[in-house]
């Protein structure tokens, strides 16, 4: 059976760009998720969906592979599993050592993903000499002081570190040393590691600082929506109103107002008044003399 020691992954020497590298998995997800239904073709836009990207950026992925969906049609789906699988080296055997087996790392040899995506767990591996000798998920730790013989035994070229973090660095330095060129790195460190070396990290704090970021903008969005929505359906401040004058005041050699006029002035007016104090073009004026 071929291991990763003699096969080492194309994608670089024909020039798929490392964005694209990290989107076949999330496609070969979705692929696998269709042909486990047993869905025979799949449009660019639903497996674009599906793997949460858009459809435009799903093509442009699948030209570097030379894959074409055909017009009305659309994609077949067991092809591109093949083709993606060949791409990413999981149509090969990929042992695995996992170094720290803690909490986390127990976890990790218990997954049952490994196995049917290409890799192999050869090996379980800790400091601790009371750990030495248990299983865990079926596999015997492993002291660290076999760590070189290990992985040389078994072709190993992927390393998983789930230490903590003070002892990350070290066992780093022992797994390249022994020829491991690609590491997954869960202690919560950065790692330095020569060229030609790969080190992919997974911090889980950091992953839930980023969703607690997107919480907190989503938060003051909402907020911000519903100050402005209340403010769209208050009631309108009152204005104040104009105060007319009272018919019934009096004017003033100073065109102020005084109180009310005395009841003489009140009297019915006859067309003989108004006829008397027309003006010169027949207007009345706007308040009778008393």
Known sequence: MATGRTHRLPTRSRGIPEATVARLPLYLRALTALSERSVPTV?????????GVNSAKLRKDFSYLGSYGTRGVGYDV??????????????????VVIVGI??????LANYGGFA?????VAALIDADPAMAGKPVAGIAVQHTDELESIISDNGVSIGVIATPAGAAQQVCERLVAAGVTSILNFAPTVLSVPDGVDVRKVDLSIELQILAFHEQRKAGEEAAQDAAQAGATAPAPARPGRVLPDPAARPTTAGATTGPAPAAATAPVTSADVRDNQGPDGDVPAVMPA
Request: proline letters at 3%; zero cysteines; aromatic letters at 10%.
């Open 102 to 107: 803690g909490n986390l790392g127990a976890a």
């Open 78 to 95: 067991e092809y591109l599993v093949y083709q993606i699988s060949r791409e990413l080296g999981l149509t090969q055997d990929w042992p």
């Open 43 to 51: 449009s660019s836009e639903e497996l674009a969906a599906a793997a």
């Open 116 to 120: 049917s995506r290409g890799f192999r």
